[in-house]
């Protein structure tokens, strides 16, 4: 059961119940701004998260020279956080529920700030890797709980549009990260790239203390620390193994033994789980034909367009000599698609429906990522940059569809379990698109007995990424038909369809009725 802090019914504090509001307090005008501004808060965070995880690769060599170390060495900054965000997201869940999602939320956020603070001030290494350690604690919190937050917080009739806008951050950071990292490294100093989180982060920790209910759980379920051992050291090992696979950072022995160890943990993890009653990551969710569908479907759906990221720059830099900020400006096209769905994904949702527009649009994102094998060096730039657009589009649509439909059938007490089940399927996800991407690469320049990598190496991985995401419509078409109409607002679309063909039908009755009348008058008057 879910509780609102008695602060929030209690006016100051003052231990009297408040006095009825009057009949034209603009109520729903409040209501109104905050399924609006709560969406905008998380979606700063998640923002601010999602870019920094990728505007640090352009500025490695700058940051290795200053701190007196190689790049190579510094990488460990990369993966140290990707461990941190792998062993702590089980966590998350369990920690909203007993200290409440706002409060956490907040905490978060503060914590991936004192990160960047320690990125920023770091003089060796072992500081650096320390902080982005940190970075990654908050990090973890960040995602799933401000997902909770949303959900806690918006109607669920709202919900379709509050996902378009937490969607944005999630394409835009990626491709906008390389790009301005090199810009802040170039023209001003690498300490920037962690420093303008902070007031970012400070806004963002005033408005969800003003503006999100401090909702709690009120059942005190015990904390599964042995399952939270198993899980993450299995979504480390899996996560960790899986990022660096093909990226020549560690023997493939070495990321082979990775990625076996995480998946004996995690194969023990499921069977842990199955005896307990409050585990970390709750399996028993993917019963619901919605949440299956989401994790399954969207786990192919992400791995493929996960690769984009990893792969466009790459093409565009290594492949055309563009440079990482004019690569960046091309790339960055993808998410003026992305900005452009927030205004029409509820009503492409409404109109045909979960399930059949997850279907067809995700064969229709994949088409779009298949068209990028065949970009080449002569390609104009202003046609890339036009598929780049419209194919951003429908990728955004998908995910909208996916985070939303995820939450559909799931029951408010299961929410915490449900982000958690979420946000570590797309993690996993991400990892195994860069692990797909690079090896389809590798792949390639064996077959073809290339030693250094040009722009004919590429399109093959193109290619079976947009497979991989193909694949996840028939995940999609196993849904229901009336998978997720309460929230999209489908099922009002169908019944006021069905009353109007009711109405119809007695039309043409009452009209066929009336015309038969005519026709005997006019017999017998003739």
Not at 317 to 346: D, N
Request: glycine fraction near 10%; hydrophobic fraction near 55%.
């Amino acid at each position: 059961m879910l509780c609102v802090d008695p602060q929030w019914s209690q006016a100051g504090g003052d231990d009297k119940p408040q006095a009825p509001l009057p009949s034209d307090f603009p109520y729903q005008s409040v209501m109104v701004d905050k399924q609006r501004i709560i969406p905008l808060i998380v979606a700063t965070a998640l923002f601010m998260e999602n870019m920094d995880s990728t505007v640090i690769a352009t500025s490695l060599p700058a940051i290795a020279a200053d701190i007196g170390t190689s790049p190579l060495t510094l990488k460990l900054a990369i993966t140290s956080y990707l461990l941190s965000l792998a062993v702590f997201i089980p966590a998350s869940g369990w920690t909203a529920d007993r200290f409440g999602a706002r409060m956490v939320f907040a905490i978060a956020v503060g914590v991936f700030m004192v990160g960047s603070v320690g990125c920023a001030l770091s003089s060796s290494v072992t500081d650096f890797v320390f902080a982005r350690i940190l970075q990654g604690m908050g990090g973890a919190m960040m995602t799933p709980v401000g997902r909770l937050v949303l959900l806690r917080s918006v109607d669920k009739s709202a919900l379709v549009n509050a996902m378009a806008w937490v969607t944005v951050p999630a394409l835009i950071g990626p491709v906008i990260g390389p790009p301005l990292g090199g810009f802040i490294t170039t023209y001003a100093s690498w300490h920037w790239i962690f420093l303008i989180n902070i007031p970012i982060g400070l806004l963002g920790i005033f408005m969800a203390l003003k503006f999100i209910d401090p909702i709690k759980s009120e059942e005190r379920e015990p904390f599964d620390l042995y399952g939270m051992v198993l899980a993450g050291i299995g979504l480390a090992g899996i996560a960790f193994g899986l990022s660096v696979a093909g990226l020549n950072l560690l023997p493939w022995s070495t990321v082979a033994a990775l990625i076996a160890g995480g998946a004996i943990s995690m194969t023990l993890y499921v069977m842990h789980a199955r005896r307990t009653g409050s585990p970390v990551l709750d399996f028993s969710l993917l019963k619901l034909p919605t949440l299956r569908a989401a994790v399954f479907g969207g786990f192919l759906f992400r791995l493929g367009i996960g690769a984009l990221p990893f792969l466009l720059p790459l093409l565009m830099q290594i492949g055309f000599g563009l440079s990482p900020f004019h690569s960046g400006l091309v790339t960055f096209a993808s998410s003026l698609g992305a900005m452009g769905m927030k205004t029409l994904a509820a009503r492409l949702i409404r109109t045909f429906g979960f399930r059949n527009l997850m279907t067809v649009n995700a064969i229709v994102s994949a088409f779009f990522l298949a068209v990028c094998a065949l970009f080449t060096v002569t390609t104009p730039l202003l046609i890339i940059m036009v598929i780049l657009v419209v194919g951003g589009f429908f990728r955004s649509l998908e995910f909208t569809a996916i985070n939303t439909v995820a939450y559909a059938d799931v029951e408010t007490a299961q929410m915490s379990r449900a982000t958690t089940l979420v946000s570590v399927n797309q993690q996993l996800a991400v990892s195994a698109g860069v692990a797909v991407g690079a090896a389809c690469v590798e792949t390639t320049m064996w077959f073809h007995h290339v030693t250094e990598i040009d722009a004919t190496v590429f399109a093959p991985a193109f290619l079976v990424v947009a497979l991989t995401s193909a694949a996840s419509s028939w995940f999609f078409w196993q849904m229901p038909a009336d998978a997720g109409h309460e929230i999209s607002g489908r099922q009002a679309v169908e019944i006021a369809s069905r009353k109007g063909a009711g109405k119809g039908a007695a039309k043409a009755g009452v009209k066929a009725a009336s015309e038969d009348t005519q026709d005997v008058r006019d017999q017998r008057l003739g």
